[in-house]
């Protein structure tokens, strides 16, 4: 991650000085998650319902969503090569802590992210959505309180929107346990963790009374005293979960090299939407989106799949999500890394006689994500939170130690930037 710490840990004068706006700035970093949710499903509610209606065609036909997954393809490559900022950096190069972009960036980067949203991109908000809200609080901050490290408003941001994703401010907390960690000056932790926790509370609190989470809490019964089978069992489908992550992480810089060899946006985008149109029609709604949504309808239903169903869905999505990313689309890698873990989960509970469905899920979703994301307190907070049982973190706590023995050494999901020359424009 990008190196956006401050030299000296913030003084409890600091701290209790930049409360306030900290609270603030978690605040409006849910607003602007919000806005470009609600823009996005404005969108999605005319290309998926009204649309079709009016036309009177089915909007799950395969020729439909071929074809609007190929025209967003289009749309977003003629942005991403002719408006001004290029819609922002290539996510595929993008962690979650970036560098600010200029706010010259900010409205393609926000036109393409809904129109990846709504059109049915297998990627999620996390990395536009963090890098519109950095920009836009960097650059009023920045005007209003010119004293703010703009490290600190970077950190606080992000804060503020990885709370409002996830409905809590302990995502925030733990993903950023690592960043602090890399720190070289010490400090006490909570120190430099207290205004980004203060904005990630408000961020959280502030998308609950909006919008509510953006992860589904399915309620499976409480897993109780976990014995040896469930270790066994779950470490067993979270390996499975970990070699899908996996593939995906050593498939992805290929599959970036060879959209990126086109060189034009508006071709490679093209291409990519006309793949994920070929895809979507093949594996069916389900498969669209960041996943949530239909992750909620897959686990309160899960007899409603066969092994073989759930194995399509699971290859297309994976598929989805590596043409998506590579293709030039801009959005993150966790939300369809958790409807697959979530697949992945489904199908242990499916081949496991007696595996509960909750430790399935879980220790799916643990597998997948923690390649993808390559971080453990991120993985193990998801894991938990979409099953809503924390009897379930005693055996997620001892599967994760193996699994990042997997993982420690293996590549991260994502590629190298291009170099960039001075004085120019992000590159698309």
Not at 236 to 254: C, E, K, N, R
Not at 380 to 398: C, E, N, P, R, W
């Amino acid at each position: 991650m990008a190196d956006t710490s401050t030299h000296e840990g913030p003084t409890v004068r600091m701290q209790l000085q930049l409360a306030g706006p900290a609270v603030l700035v978690g605040a409006v970093s849910a607003l602007g998650l919000f806005v470009v949710d609600e823009l996005a499903l404005v969108v999605e509610h005319l290309l998926w319902s009204s649309l079709p209606s009016a036309w009177e065609v089915d909007p799950e036909s395969g020729w439909w969503i071929f074809g609007v997954l190929a025209l967003t393809g289009l749309v977003v490559g003629l942005v991403v090569q002719f408006v001004p900022g290029h819609g922002g950096r290539d996510s595929a190069t993008t962690e979650l802590i970036a560098p600010p972009l200029a706010l010259s960036a900010v409205p393609g980067l926000v036109l393409v992210t809904v129109l990846g949203l709504a059109g049915g991109v297998s990627l999620g908000p996390e990395i536009p959505i963090i890098a519109v809200n950095t920009a836009v609080l960097v650059a009023l901050v920045a005007r209003w309180r010119p004293g703010v490290p703009t490290g600190l408003v970077v950190m606080t941001t992000a804060s503020g929107t990885v709370g409002a994703l996830f409905g809590t401010p302990v995502a925030a907390a733990l993903v950023y346990t690592g960043v602090v960690a890399g720190f070289k000056d010490g400090g006490a932790l909570w120190d430099r963790l207290f205004l980004p926790l203060a904005s990630a509370a408000a961020g959280a609190v502030t998308m609950r009374w909006l919008d509510g989470p953006q992860l589904p809490d399915a309620g499976f019964p409480p897993l109780g005293t976990p014995g040896a089978v469930h270790l066994a069992t779950g470490l067993a489908v979270a390996v499975g979960g970990t070699l899908t992550g996996l593939a995906a992480v050593h498939a992805f810089p290929h599959v970036h090299r060879f959209f990126h060899g086109l060189r034009h946006p508006v071709l490679y985008t093209t291409l990519g939407g006309l793949l994920l149109g070929g895809l979507g029609a093949l594996g069916g709604p389900l498969t669209l989106f960041k996943g949530a949504h239909q992750m909620g309808e897959l686990v309160r239903n899960p007899a409603e799949h066969s092994p073989q169903e759930l194995v399509l869905v699971l290859v297309v999505k994976l598929a989805a999500l590596l043409v998506a990313a590579g293709a030039g689309f801009r959005g993150g890698r966790i939300f369809p890394a958790v409807f697959m873990g979530a697949v992945v989960g489904l199908l242990g509970h499916a081949l496991i006689p007696g595996m509960p469905l909750g430790l399935a899920i879980a220790c799916g979703i643990l597998g997948v994500v923690l390649p993808v994301a390559r971080d453990g307190w991120i993985a193990l907070f998801i894991a938990v939170a979409v099953v809503g049982d924390i009897t379930v973190l005693v055996v997620l706590s001892l599967v994760v130690l193996p699994l990042w023995l997997m993982v420690s050494r293996a590549p991260e999901m994502m590629v190298e930037p291009p170099p960039a020359r001075v004085g120019t424009e992000p590159a698309p």
